[in-house]
């Protein structure tokens, strides 16, 4: 009974570690994951059409972060971080979403298999996702400046 309950307790101490270090093993999608979310929710809250860039925008990021879900998914981590924090606000975190997001891309891109086909979806989606919201910040209300759209 003492050796199954041992058991027992290195098996879950295991299986504790190996989700942990699977979790940070992934930080930098993680990341790119909440400069997602961050991106979303500033387009959400910012008004105008900036056209039509600010929706496509938004699906495209909201594409991406399914993509970014589903890779996290496929290698086992199902908990996710909080964004870092980015100084600044509303549109002048923009440009360091897609910094972020870059950066995610470029690791990803590297990181070779265990992805299963999340990999290049996630690639892709984040490929969009930046070209998108690099349309938006170009064609949207300048930062610091309310109400001024550059066209």
């Not at 190996?18 to 997602?36: C, H, M, P, V």
């Not at 690099?134 to 930062?143: D, L, N, R, S, V």
Request: hydrophobic fraction near 45%; glycine fraction near 12%; include cysteine.
């Amino acid at each position: 009974m003492f050796r199954s309950i041992v058991a027992l307790i290195v098996l879950a101490s295991v299986v504790l570690f190996a989700n942990s270090a699977t979790a940070g093993e992934y930080t930098y999608l993680q990341d790119a994951r909440g400069q997602i979310y961050i991106a979303i929710q500033v387009l959400e809250s910012t008004g105008g059409n900036w056209a039509g860039t600010r929706k496509r925008a938004i699906e495209t990021l909201k594409g991406a972060m399914a993509e970014v879900d589903a890779a996290l998914r496929f290698v086992g981590v199902t908990t996710y971080k909080e964004a870092p924090f980015i100084k600044g606000k509303g549109l002048d975190r923009l440009p360091q979403c897609v910094k972020v997001m870059r950066e995610a891309r470029e690791k990803l891109s590297n990181a070779g298999g265990g992805f299963g086909t999340h990999r290049m979806s996630a690639i892709r989606a984040l490929d969009a996702a930046i070209r998108e919201l690099e349309t938006g910040i170009a064609k949207g209300p300048q930062p610091g400046k309310r109400g001024k759209v550059a066209r």
